[in-house]
DNA sequence: ACTTTTCCTGAAAGCGCTCTGACAACAAAG
DNA sequence: CTTTGTTGTCAGAGCGCTTTCAGGAAAAGT
């Protein structure tokens, strides 16, 4: 009996070698035969289909994609700020994964995922080592942070995609929603609910491009409906729920009266939720909220979190088409998906 | 000016045979250097590496798998009930994906996810192509609908584990969490706090083996405290909110009394919240409910969910060591993880 | 001095596939 | 009966790496 069992091996995987001896023909015709290669006649190929599918044959596709120099297969890359919730990765971009997952295998291309964080050494070289042929990058995080790893990939020629706000100054190429009209309709939206004293929770600095573009929406609706900008009523918060509630205890200890919310995300709305009944504050009644992103949470806290909705089917289907043409080496541009105001009770207007 | 631009070329990707004239020696001693192979020179291998950062080289992976005859790569499926929910997965599992990749990442490997479902013609050929050494299956679906997939694994000596409840019947291995205890644990919590008539939502059936395991828990719970098992106070319940809804309007709708509710799982018990607030009934005043999982929306709802915690960290570690057991041809076994309850203010005892 | 052992490196093979160029076989045209 | 296409298949090369085996140089033993 040998020593070491070589795992149940049983008849070991077939190859085009044996497919071609079955089917009487040379190696190579197997391989034209399996990929609808037109120059083989349809009766050679309906034979060593037929064999292939009877010796259980699957094209190897480390062989394939070592010839091929290319590895059919997409990275997708969650970084997040991680002083907060640690291996936990913001739900928003978690719902994007299935989309993305979907549209990949629509178009044969496989899925490898990683968890990296910016903060330890973050080294993108899947393609480097030709595990992927792009990476698409997904997470909120201080810009300045990843802008140069940004830089190092648009320098190494790696294709990527990036889902965010497109700044100018954005090595890249991104994908994302219309941040700056989802902050404008979500105020606007509180000012039509009869709010005068509207607060923003989530950064105002460029540092956060999205909440960036949805704090300037927010501003420009104050000012379009004659509305002071009042300071006090920002705070500072990234997408995550310590954070928010910190913010939302900032705003609160302000001692400014206010009687809206909006926030830049829905974790930050939802921990806002948390410490204003911890407040005594009713809400919708004596402060309205309203979120951004439209998790799968929003629906199921109390009251029904009003947000704006960012379509991540369609984000995923875009991400992974801009990536492709960009590998094909197409020409590719930054775009700009609508989102749309999903109303719910937590703004005290009418509740779908 | 060419017709075809060929994507920003760029300097070819430097090979081994680079690294090794640069370095004046030869291919292989370049491979084996930077593989940390201890018949190289200390000398030698440094000049090596030196050069290989320097040209900025690393490994291709196609033609290193392909020589070793593996992928270094796991894939990692998800699997769930589709009639309900569309594109979303069970928070629970995705809160374990992180978990996953971090334990594949710490030992070289690469993660592959797919969302395929069942429903359409599930054919699982990572393995088969080899894209993955070895599959992890995640989901919650019914057992008749997946287990004879899972025998055809098992009889083309697949390398999987399985994540769930751990039948003798149930075809490969499993790693999951103590449902049992559980459900006997978050039973017998209910009934300290005074619950006399306690419902249970959630599948009593073993074609649900994780919820069939969680329901037997709270049967003996309840019969260890010589409660009686009222059938009117079970109803079936796949894991997703519009059947956990339509599930407590039917114990609702049965007059039967209760003030307390076990929820197989997270989303059912907070489905089960949002229909018991639109009846006026108060949580946890009039009824008490516990759930399980302990997902990341737990504790954001109103009041925050008393749950079981499965520990998704130490879930995703055991299942990819049982995995990389089963794939080197070790023995490996079917491992039950502790659970934890987690006491929150859903079920009126002291909250955490 | 020569043989033996030890240490380090190189030549060559080959993983399974795809692609280029050549070549039979046969039909149509000169 | 040769020439020119056309069609369907094959031989061969090679993608970049790892591994086995053999061999040269230095260290040690006789």
């Known amino acids: 009996m040998a020593g070491k069992r070589d795992s149940e091996s049983g008849p070991p995987r077939p190859t085009s070698f044996d497919i071609a001896r079955r089917a009487g023909v040379s190696q190579p015709t197997v391989s034209r035969a399996l990929r609808g290669d037109p120059t083989i006649s349809p009766i050679t190929r309906r034979r060593v289909e037929f064999i292939a599918r009877e010796l259980g044959y699957k094209v190897d596709k480390n062989a394939s994609n070592?010839?091929?120099?290319?590895?059919?297969?997409?990275?997708?890359?969650?970084?997040?700020?991680?002083?907060?919730?640690?291996s936990l990765i913001n739900?928003?971009?978690?719902?994007?994964?299935?989309?993305?997952?979907g549209a990949c295998a629509k178009r044969g291309y496989d899925l490898i995922i990683s968890c990296q964080h910016l903060s330890n050494n973050w080294r993108v070289d899947y393609e480097d080592s030709r595990r992927a042929?792009?990476?698409?990058?997904?997470?909120?995080?201080?810009?300045?942070?990843?802008?140069?790893?940004?830089?190092?990939?648009?320098?190494?020629?790696?294709?990527?995609v990036h889902y965010g706000a497109a700044l100018e100054r954005h090595p890249g190429?991104?994908?994302?929603?219309?941040?700056?009209?989802?902050?404008?309709?979500a105020t606007k939206h509180l000012i039509s609910l009869g709010r005068r004293s509207i607060a923003f929770l989530g950064s105002a600095s460029d540092h956060y491009p999205e909440f960036f573009a949805r704090y300037r929406g927010y501003c420009d609706a104050l000012r379009d409906a004659s509305l002071p900008l009042q300071p006090e009523l920002q705070a500072d918060s990234v997408s995550a729920l310590p954070d928010g509630e910190k913010a939302t205890r900032a705003?609160?200890?302000?001692?400014?009266?206010?009687?809206?919310?909006?926030?830049?995300?829905?974790?930050?709305?939802?921990?806002?939720?948390?410490?204003?009944?911890?407040?005594?504050?009713?809400?919708?009644?004596?402060?309205?909220?309203?979120?951004?992103?439209?998790?799968?949470?929003?629906?199921?806290?109390t009251p029904p979190l009003t947000t704006i909705r960012q379509d991540t089917q369609l984000a995923g289907e875009v991400l992974v088409e801009t990536l492709l043409k960009l590998m094909r080496g197409e020409a590719a541009e930054a775009t700009v998906l609508p989102c749309q105001l999903v109303i719910r009770g937590s703004c005290g207007g009418a509740s779908a």
């Open 251 to 301: 705003i609160l200890a302000s001692g400014k009266n206010f009687d809206a919310i909006f926030a830049a995300s829905d974790l930050i709305a939802i921990a806002a939720l948390g410490v204003l009944r911890d407040h005594g504050l009713n809400v919708p009644k004596d402060v309205s909220v309203v979120g951004f992103d439209d998790i799968p949470h929003a629906s199921m806290v």
């Open 133 to 160: 042929d792009g990476i698409i990058l997904l997470g909120y995080d201080d810009f300045l942070t990843y802008s140069a790893e940004l830089e190092r990939l648009v320098d190494e020629g790696t294709h990527f």
């Open 66 to 86: 070592l010839r091929g120099q290319h590895s059919q297969t997409i990275a997708i890359l969650f970084f997040e700020d991680q002083r907060f919730n640690a």
């Open 173 to 185: 190429l991104s994908v994302g929603c219309d941040d700056y009209a989802g902050g404008y309709q």
């Open 91 to 101: 739900p928003f971009f978690l719902s994007m994964l299935g989309s993305i997952a």
